[in-house]
Each structure stands twice: as C-alpha cells, then as structure tokens.
C-alpha cells in the first residue's frame, strides 16, 4: 500500500513511484539557497533498470512512498529458470522469476544467504553482498616459470562465473569473489 508523503518526510532507503516506475532513496536533501525558493534534491536508483538518477523538484512536492523490507532467505535451488529460497527462521519457501534475480545468477550458491528486497510482500531484488565465497570447479595447470611475474589465469567457479586468479589456485579452492568487478580477493 503506498502512502503518500511529502519531501520533507522522504528519507534514504525508502522506496517511492517516481514517474510510474518504483525507485529506491540513495539521498534526499533539502536545499535553501539565499534568495531563492527551498527545493529538494534526491539521488534515486531505479529497481527496473538499476540506474542512479538525479531529481530536483519543489518542496511541496507529494510521493507515495511503498512499504519495503528486506529478508535473508537462503538459495535452495534452481529449476527451469525459476530459481527456489528457503527463510532458515520459519522455513517458508519462495519462488522467484529469472528477471527478479537478474544477475546475481552467476553468484547464487546453494546453501548461501542473501539479502532479498520486497516490495509490498512482492520480491524485486537480491542485494548482493560486497564479496562471496564459491568453489573453483576447473582450473588450469600452472605452467613452471609463470609464477616469475603476476600471471593469472581463467578458472571456473560453482556457478558456471569465470574469474581470473593466481596460477596457484587448484580445483576445490575456495575463493572470495568481488560481485561488483569480478575480481578475485583471496582464498577463504
């Protein structure tokens, strides 16, 4: 249920309709400049496409805001481009369209949490976490004399993700991936 609420009551983190589509508050700011009108200044993130958006509009502007809330749920499965979370408090299952998990998909592992946002009891995205650990399924042999210079090498992770890591790393490792650049951090 959307509530209508003025600027000055819009706060981060809130999530509002913002020309038909729903957009997540990164920073709402009211600013008064001498001799001008006060007006609002908002950084919004669309939850459709992902883009930040900046948004200057007058003070006695009115939005609806939407109850928002976020779970950790644990990846169970996928089946058929429908991909299954468990809640580990109360053991409720969900079942999510490929289209709500986006490209987290090459980061889900069974067994792990993630933080999912739903809107009006509906899911709209996982919140990926800053890193995650997955296990390296194929690696290449390391080659004598490569390891003279900082030489890397593509592995493949549990999920089908390829990486590039240090010629050490072996099938069964561990490693901690970050799921903004892709970029390998180190064993866990």
């Known amino acids: 249920m959307a509530i209508p609420t003025p600027i000055n009551r819009i706060s981060r983190g809130n999530t509002i309709l913002y020309?038909?589509?729903?957009h997540q508050v990164l920073e709402c700011v009211i600013r008064t400049p001498p001799n001008n009108a006060a007006f609002a200044q908002m950084e919004l993130r669309s939850l459709v496409s992902g883009r930040a958006l900046p948004v200057r509009c007058s003070t006695k502007e009115v939005f609806d805001v939407l109850e928002s809330r976020a779970k950790n749920l644990e990846?169970?499965?996928?089946?058929?481009?429908?991909?299954?979370?468990?809640?580990?408090?109360?053991?409720?299952?969900?079942?999510?369209?490929?289209?709500?998990?986006?490209?987290?998909?090459?980061?889900?592992?069974?067994?792990?949490t993630y933080e999912v946002l739903f809107i009006e009891d509906n899911p709209v995205?996982?919140?990926l976490p800053p890193s995650v650990v997955m296990k390296v399924i194929e690696a290449p042999e390391a080659i004598k004399g490569n390891s003279?210079?900082?030489?890397?090498?593509?592995?493949?992770?549990?999920?089908?993700?390829?990486?590039?890591?240090?010629?050490?790393?072996?099938?069964?490792?561990?490693?901690?991936?970050?799921?903004?650049?892709?970029?390998?951090?180190?064993?866990a």
Not at 82 to 110: C, H
Not at 150 to 161: D, F, R
């Open 148 to 187: 003279v210079s900082n030489v890397g090498k593509e592995v493949i992770l549990e999920t089908g993700l390829k990486v590039t890591a240090p010629m050490f790393i072996k099938p069964g490792d561990l490693l901690k991936i970050n799921t903004t650049d892709l970029s390998y951090q180190g064993r």
């Open 125 to 127: 995205r996982i919140n």
């Open 75 to 112: 990846f169970s499965y996928e089946n058929q481009g429908e991909y299954f979370f468990i809640d580990p408090n109360n053991y409720d299952q969900f079942e999510f369209r490929k289209e709500v998990v986006g490209d987290a998909m090459s980061f889900l592992v069974t067994g792990q």
């Open 19 to 22: 020309n038909g589509d729903m």
